[in-house]
């Protein structure tokens, strides 16, 4: 008799988490509110002082839900890596616990996926920033303008990051953010497994959203955008680590020490010696090791713009304000040595670059800044139907004051959310079966 083929859901949603239990709270409740049903969750609790699974219990008897603990506690690289391991989708994307699917974000990626087949989906996410450190109260405006799926390009997506033409963050590319990602992003399970087996792991210090994302693109044929906000991230003090590393050279020292069995002194994990400070040195660093391990794909032919890379250097260093005991002046005094090593001409260009605002400029898919007539006031208690039809049918963009009442908080901007996207397809006539290239 034929063996069955063993049951595939259409996506694998794995969610490492790590101390942040009302958080997955949330996350699971915005997950089994979605109307499309054929998917697996992988909960996977990392939690040292605050586990999560009494929030899994409500979920327990759902057979699509599964809780896992690592055997010890991990570093982040290594818990990814053991999360995904479990997901047996035809498609697998990596959950922040802070990241609310809107209900139809399934349904929509199943409908472009079986059409489609692409490698890899992106997806654009908008923000809640709550109030403090009290997550269930909240702001909450949609920012960025829905716009048809469009294709774009793995290999002209890695020339980009590894040219640091912009930092890699960069607001005018914004809705670039999360091209190519598993974070903010799907991808086929089998590109997975083919990235997996090609760099061992596809989840390295010291970003490992940034380094799957190099080693997914370098497998990947067809990515798609799908155009629209599928999200809302959480944002509050104290939650985002990269919000924190971006300004505390002390968050940062903790995060990298998670790693010293990996790599004895991060210090060193640079491309310009003695100059470490700042995501885009990390970034770019990650991506270098990864290019290094590269047997085959576009990855053995590209490398890192170091003369752009710099830039960046000068401007993450005067985002720090907390030094965490490492020295000012020695860190400064070793970009300035690496400057100086460059003719007097690229010199003019890498500060130019670094003291040039252009790249800071409002992305166009931003609502507030697409063209439309921006007014001083918004009026009191806007439906997200009737600030789509201002939106796209008046031609003007209200002020981006809270679209919540008082005492509404995360699930009421996931539900604002998806009706104001869903309405502004339907006046912008935006259909899923219809894509465009980038």
């Not at 063209?371 to 806007?382: F, I, R, V």
Request: aromatic content about 12%.
């Amino acid at each position: 008799m034929p063996v069955a083929k063993p049951y595939e859901p259409f996506i694998s949603l794995v969610i490492p988490t790590r101390n942040r239990p009302d958080l997955v709270a949330y996350c699971l409740a915005c997950i089994a509110a979605q109307t499309h049903t054929d998917y697996e969750v992988i909960l996977s609790d990392n939690g040292t002082t605050q586990r999560c699974d009494a929030q899994f219990t409500p979920y327990q008897n759902d057979v699509r839900f599964t809780y896992v603990r690592p055997p010890a506690e991990m570093n982040m690289c290594d818990h990814w890596q053991f999360a995904v391991s479990f997901a047996k989708g035809e498609y697998v994307t990596i959950l922040s616990e802070k990241f609310m699917l809107r209900p139809d974000a399934l349904a929509l990626l199943f409908q472009m996926a079986k059409q489609y087949g692409a490698d890899i989906f992106s997806w654009q996410f908008e923000r809640f920033e709550a109030e403090g450190n009290d997550i269930s109260h909240g702001h909450y405006h949609p920012l960025m303008k829905p716009v048809a799926p469009t294709y774009y390009s793995p290999v002209d997506e890695l020339k980009r990051r590894l040219s640091f033409d912009t930092p890699t963050f960069c607001r005018q590319l914004r809705h670039k953010t999360s091209y190519g990602k598993m974070y903010s992003g799907c991808v086929k399970r089998s590109i997975l497994l083919r990235a997996q087996a090609h760099f061992g792991s596809v989840f390295q210090p010291y970003s490992p959203d940034y380094t799957s994302m190099i080693a997914l693109l370098n497998e990947s044929e067809q990515a798609i955008d799908v155009g629209q906000s599928l999200m809302i991230v959480v944002f509050a003090s104290q939650i985002s680590l990269g919000e924190a590393s971006k300004v505390s050279l002390q968050v940062t020292a903790s995060y990298c020490l998670e790693y010293n069995n990996v790599i004895a002194d991060f210090t060193r994990c640079t491309l310009f010696p003695g100059a470490w400070v700042g995501h885009n040195s990390f970034i770019a660093y990650d991506y270098y090791s990864m290019g290094v391990k590269a047997q085959y794909g576009p990855l053995t032919t590209l490398t890192v713009n170091r003369t752009n890379l710099l830039s960046w250097l000068l401007t993450d260093i005067d985002d720090v304000s907390d030094w965490g005991g490492y020295d000012e002046l020695k860190l400064r005094a070793a970009i300035d040595y690496h400057l100086s090593q460059f003719e007097p001409s690229i010199q003019i260009e890498i500060l130019r670059r670094a003291n040039e605002p252009e790249y800071n400029k409002p992305c166009l898919r931003e609502i507030y800044h697409s063209g439309l007539t921006k007014l001083q006031d918004m009026p009191p208690n806007l439906t997200a139907e009737a600030l789509a039809q201002m939106h796209w049918c008046d031609g003007v963009a209200p002020a981006r004051k809270n679209v919540l009442n008082q005492d509404e908080g995360i699930m009421a901007a996931v539900e604002y959310c998806y009706r104001y996207n869903a309405y502004s397809c339907k006046l912008l006539n935006i259909q899923p079966s219809s894509i465009e290239h980038a």
